[in-house]
């Protein structure tokens, strides 16, 4: 058997009908169809820890986290999840909570039916649902207690605990090949396989097709890329992407955004977790502030004003333009809350800080409100720019102060009040 036929014969039988993407409820959150991408993340707490996993949840979402999801992974854990569903509603926070199962998800929820009916969403791993001989009972237990209550199921595959009957099936099979395929393209054929079999097997117990969520996810760029462009075309289900243990610091950054916003501008994916390990007792914030940085950069939907400032050069030794840039940032990172409840479509506003006359002028006319710094050299004035038009010209030491205020006035001129 050649590569090719090894690949079709692998997948052929898993192909579904090719529609658009069903939309899938999650508590007051709708994914996939012609909604907009969602954001999740995933609490650290210990869940038992109750009123910690409560104010991680409201810190999360006041962010702008849609999904939140929490550990269950015990009866404790399982015990508390109506009681900070409860807490979450008493104080006016109706965010869809999803539970994270691993090994023991049937029984947890069986044993637990509170957990079951409070929790908006299942999460399952195919990969540990249990072994050759225990995994259709566990994952059959798992879906009928789904349907019982009504609750959709993202499948979620991931490359760390991969169905290893499966795949040492595969590999079997590979090794009796004349040409046997690369384990990187193994282990991608496996994955994709395992999850769309997990989504044949889950409607063929009755869960409905606009119950589930897929996912499969691994840390490699190029391989998470290559997995999500087929499992687009295998299944219309929605499709949660991210990488699943991106790692630390800029590297994770770069890599998430890669990755995710790549399959976002080619319209795949319709959910999005960016996996961070966060610094020692740092917040999962961060998770949420990067997605939505994605989110905003290739245009899907604004979540705040840009501020676009040069990065400098020789021209510009000056550390002024650096100084109001952030000033301007600091200023509106600190007054956004305020403008959204207080104006509509606040979040489109464009800022422009130049340093020198070289793009100052023209970048700051492409912005709603601009400014040039002078440069080295250059007359010791700063023109402002509103709507592409030169507005006035700053000079003196109270540049910065007198931005900030032009920019106070230009919303308040051009921008809708809110009526409540």
């Known amino acids: 058997m050649t590569t090719n036929h090894l690949q079709k014969s692998a997948l052929q039988d898993l192909r579904f009908l090719i529609m658009n993407k069903h939309t899938v409820s999650v508590g007051n ?18 869940t038992p820890d109750i009123k910690e996993t ?50 023991n998800g049937h029984k947890l929820l069986d044993s637990v039916p509170d957990c079951a009916v409070a929790l908006d969403k299942y999460r399952i791993n195919p990969g540990n649902v249990g072994n050759l001989k225990n995994y259709d009972r566990n994952f059959t237990k798992f879906i009928e207690i789904a349907c019982k209550y009504n609750k959709p199921v993202r499948i979620g595959v991931n490359w760390g605990s991969l169905d290893q009957n499966l795949l040492k099936d595969m590999m079997d099979s590979n090794l009796k090949l004349e040409n046997p395929l690369p384990n990187s393209e193994l282990i991608k054929n496996a994955l994709i396989r395992s999850c ?72 795949i994916g319709n959910t999005i977790r960016v996996s961070l390990t966060p610094e020692k007792k740092g917040s999962r914030k961060q998770e949420v502030k990067i997605a939505k940085h994605i989110i905003q950069s290739i245009g899907l939907k604004n979540y705040t004003p840009s501020v676009n400032s040069c990065p400098g050069c020789g021209r510009t030794s000056n550390t002024y333009f650096q100084e109001l840039a952030k000033e301007v940032q600091l200023f509106v990172d600190q007054s956004i809350t305020s403008w959204k409840k207080e104006y509509i479509g606040i979040e489109n506003l464009k800022i422009a800080v130049m340093g020198c006359v070289v793009n100052g002028p023209g970048e700051s006319k492409h912005a709603d409100i601009g400014i040039s710094l002078p440069g080295n050299g250059e007359a010791p004035v700063a023109p402002v720019f509103i709507d592409g038009q030169h507005f006035k010209t700053l000079k003196g030491e109270t540049i910065s102060l007198d931005f900030i205020e032009i920019i106070n006035s230009y919303i308040k001129k051009n921008y809708k009040q809110t009526t409540f």
């Open 196 to 267: 769309i079999q997990s989504e044949k097997q889950a409607i063929d117990i009755g869960l409905s097709k606009n119950k589930i969520i897929l996912s499969c996810k691994v840390s490699n760029v190029n391989l998470l890329i290559d997995i999500y462009k087929k499992l687009d075309k295998l299944s219309n289900c929605p499709l949660h992407i991210g990488l699943t243990e991106a790692g630390v610091g800029e590297f994770a950054l770069v890599s998430s955004s890669i990755a995710i916003g790549y399959l976002l501008k080619q319209k």
């Open 29 to 46: 959150i709708k994914i996939g169809g012609s909604n907009p991408v969602v954001i999740q993340t995933m609490t650290n707490s210990l």
């Open 54 to 103: 409560v104010n991680q949840i409201i810190e999360l979402y006041n962010e702008g986290a849609e999904i939140v999801r929490v550990t269950v992974n015990d009866i404790e854990s399982a015990k508390s999840i109506p009681i900070i569903k409860n807490q979450l509603i008493q104080k006016q926070y109706n965010v869809p909570i999803v539970g994270d199962f691993h090994f």
